[in-house]
């Protein structure tokens, strides 16, 4: 049940970030500030149904959260690329090429497994108040490092700071949910009391803002390829710091396992160089037209 609410929650994110590309594309505001992206934005219904798919990937997520661990959940998520790819490429028209069919079982067998091997136990549902304070100091600091590297540089460069950060941060929002869902036995009202429920909000704010200005600063290919490896790890690290998962990894098995992990992360590396999701800015600005006059002509994408 765990690993399909997982997928589910993977593909229907994936969904919504060809959704919301398409609405950056359109927006294209003057200024790259937060206030006038996001203003921009927020007046295009196309963004807003990759807002509906987003929100309904969070909450089959936070199913899968409340009956796994955080650190078999979050490495599943990577698997939102592979359903990227096949989307692209079926609203594209366009033939996936051998390396990339190569790729998309790299990684299905990278992850399987991984996690087969490494299958961690819950140790815990309460975490301390002092591991919640290092926990968020170090995100913060490593957040707010990736926004500050996105101001220079090249496009994709820009794009994989900003991939760095929302990856952090969506980590976070996910250790926030395994918290709340931790609590939820003890009812609405006690979770609603929780500083954790509106941690959530918070957090997933930040990290939708984080990801719409990874979308808009560069190829998608870079911007996603940086989040969905950098959440898993992320959220890896998170679920040992404060619930003490229990990850196998000892001996001859942590080799093999980071044998394995080294072909899925390598895998999504060459799927983010797919041409079907990685693109000039030209590319990207055309697809993004073509896609939108589809979609106003067929209601739907697919």
Known sequence: MVFVLALFAAGANAFATVLQRLGVEEARPVSKRTHHLMASVLRRPIWFAGLGLTTASFLLQALALSVGNLSTVQPIMVTEILFLVVILGTWFHHQLRWIDWIAVLGTAVGLGVFLWLSYSQEGHSYPSQYDWVLLLVASAGAIVL?????????RSWRA??????????????AAFIKTVANEWPRGVVYVFTHPAAYAVAVAGLIGLVISQHALDAGPVAASQAALLIVNPFSSIIMGIWLFRDH????????IVEGVFLGVMFYSLLLLSQSPLISSTREAEQLSGRQSLSKVRAGGSIA
């Open 146 to 154: 990736g926004i500050v590297a996105a101001q220079r540089g090249r």
């Open 247 to 254: 990850v196998h990894a000892t001996g001859s098995r942590a």
């Open 160 to 173: 994989v700071c900003y991939g760095v950060s929302a990856g952090i941060c969506f980590a976070l929002t």
